[in-house]
C-alpha cells in the first residue's frame, strides 16, 4: 500500500516531466506543480489521525510516507528555486528574498518539514516526537506562502484551506475535548 501511495503521489512529476517542454513558463509550472504537491500531501498527512479519531480507521502506518513525500515535493520546489530560477546565484536569492518577503514564510515552513524529515526515523521520533505538532505551523505558513505569491485564488485554494481549516479545527475540538474531560 506504501508503494501505492507512493506512486500515486509522484504521477504530477510524471506529468511535469512530458509537459515541460510545451509548457510556456516551464519554471513556474514546475513551482506550482512541486508547491500544490507539497502542501497537499502535508494536508493528507494530518488525514490518517482524524480518520482514526472520527471513523475508528487505523491509517497511521501511512502518515510517515506521506509526509515524507510532502518534504520531498517541498525540497523539490525550493531546489526550482535555488537551481532553476536563481541558477545557484546566492545573491540574486537573498535579494528576490528581500523583495518578495513571502519567501521567508515558505522559508520557516520547509525549514519546520525539513526538521520532520530529518526525525522521522524510529529512534529519533522516539525522541522529537511532541515536536512533530510543529506541522500544524508548517501547513499554516505553507498556505499562507501559497496566498501570498499567487495573484489571484481561485476554487482549489480555497477548496485546499477549507479541508485545512477542517483538520485543524478537528483537532483543536480533540484537544478542548480531552482538557475537559482529563481535568481534575
Not at 531546489?79 to 540574486?92: A, G, K, M, R, Y
Not at 513571502?102 to 522516539?126: C, D, E, H
Request: aromatic share 14%; proline share 3%.
Amino acid at each position: 500500500m506504501k508503494t501505492l501511495i507512493s506512486l500515486i503521489a509522484l504521477l504530477p512529476l510524471g506529468y511535469a516531466y512530458y509537459a515541460l517542454e510545451s509548457a510556456i513558463d516551464p519554471i513556474k509550472m514546475l513551482y506550482t506543480i512541486t508547491g500544490v504537491g507539497a502542501i497537499c500531501l502535508l494536508i493528507l498527512s494530518l488525514i490518517p489521525s482524524t480518520c482514526k479519531r472520527v471513523c475508528g480507521q487505523n491509517f497511521l502506518r501511512y502518515r510517515k510516507t506521506i509526509g515524507l513525500l510532502s518534504f520531498a515535493y517541498a525540497l523539490l520546489h525550493v531546489s526550482v528555486f535555488i537551481v532553476l530560477d536563481s541558477e545557484l546565484d546566492f545573491l540574486s536569492i537573498v535579494e528576490k528574498s528581500l523583495k518578495k518577503p513571502f519567501i521567508y514564510v515558505g522559508v520557516i515552513a520547509f525549514a519546520i518539514v525539513l526538521f520532520m524529515a530529518l526525525t522521522s526515523t524510529k529512534k529519533r521520533f522516539a525522541r522529537f516526537s511532541k515536536y512533530h505538532k510543529a506541522v500544524y505551523i508548517a501547513l499554516i505558513l505553507a498556505l499562507l506562502h501559497s496566498f501570498w505569491a499567487q495573484k489571484v485564488a481561485g476554487v482549489f485554494e480555497y477548496g485546499v484551506v477549507a479541508m485545512s481549516v477542517i483538520l485543524l479545527g478537528e483537532r483543536i475540538f480533540h484537544l478542548k475535548n480531552n482538557l475537559l474531560y482529563n481535568a481534575p
